[in-house]
């Protein structure tokens, strides 16, 4: 197996663990007053579990391999760095309302400082920064079409639940809020 792609699956389980731990510490930090999460994280975690074993096998053959691996390993983990610096980041701004399942803390208040400025899904953007490069480092096209295409649909839906939630939940102020901001990419989506 080449060294490249043992250092992209070992990212990829730092990168797991990195998550399951963030999990369980933001279970212990608040309590959670409503939830909504209509079983869309357990989607998107299968969604997501779909999207690497499908990369990786298909990375690990010579169907749909580009050339000049080298140039899209460091192109894929400099994209991957930056993810998890955005990810990292828009725990941070959160800090205690920072939550995995769709859920309203006790005395949640709109963050609007920091990414939460420009987009409403930082997390996400971080998120979807790093299986992008995860895939694109893997330095096959059919690898990032097999992580990307699961991966998207999921975070689509997880979207679409969350901000339905968010509206209910924080009414005319989320509205204005979604006025100001996009989604996940600034001044497009």
């Given at each position: 197996?080449?060294?490249?792609?043992?250092?992209?699956?070992?990212?990829?389980?730092?990168?797991?663990?990195?998550?399951?731990?963030?999990?369980?510490?933001?279970?212990?930090?608040?309590?959670?007053?409503?939830?909504?999460d209509k079983g869309s994280l357990w989607l998107l975690y299968g969604l997501i579990t779909l999207g690497y074993t499908l990369s990786f096998a298909i990375g690990a053959t010579q169907n749909g391999r580009m050339h000049s691996w080298d140039t899209f390993f460091a192109i894929g983990s400099g994209l991957a760095v930056i993810g998890l610096a955005v990810r990292v980041q828009s725990i941070l701004?959160?800090?205690?309302?920072?939550?995995?399942?769709?859920?309203?803390?006790?005395?949640?208040?709109?963050?609007?400082?920091?990414?939460?400025?420009?987009?409403?899904?930082?997390?996400?953007?971080?998120?979807?920064?790093?299986?992008?490069?995860?895939?694109?480092?893997?330095?096959?096209?059919?690898?990032?079409?097999?992580?990307?295409?699961?991966?998207?649909?999921?975070?689509?839906?997880?979207?679409?639940?969350?901000?339905?939630?968010?509206?209910?939940?924080?009414?005319?102020?989320?509205?204005?809020?979604?006025?100001?901001?996009?989604?996940?990419?600034?001044?497009?989506?």
């Amino acid at each position: 197996m080449p060294a490249k792609l043992i250092i992209i699956i070992g990212f990829s389980y730092l990168y797991g663990f990195f998550e399951v731990f963030m999990n369980v510490r933001s279970k212990r930090k608040g309590t959670v007053a409503t939830s909504g999460d209509k079983g869309s994280l357990w989607l998107l975690y299968g969604l997501i579990t779909l999207g690497y074993t499908l990369s990786f096998a298909i990375g690990a053959t010579q169907n749909g391999r580009m050339h000049s691996w080298d140039t899209f390993f460091a192109i894929g983990s400099g994209l991957a760095v930056i993810g998890l610096a955005v990810r990292v980041q828009s725990i941070l701004t959160l800090r205690q309302y920072f939550t995995y399942s769709v859920a309203k803390i006790e005395g949640h208040t709109l963050i609007e400082t920091g990414l939460y400025g420009r987009i409403r899904h930082p997390g996400y953007l971080g998120q979807l920064l790093i299986f992008t490069g995860i895939s694109i480092s893997m330095s096959n096209w059919l690898s990032i079409l097999f992580m990307m295409l699961p991966v998207m649909i999921g975070y689509v839906y997880r979207i679409k639940v969350e901000e339905r939630f968010m509206l209910e939940q924080l009414g005319e102020r989320y509205a204005n809020y979604q006025k100001r901001t996009k989604r996940i990419i600034p001044l497009l989506y």
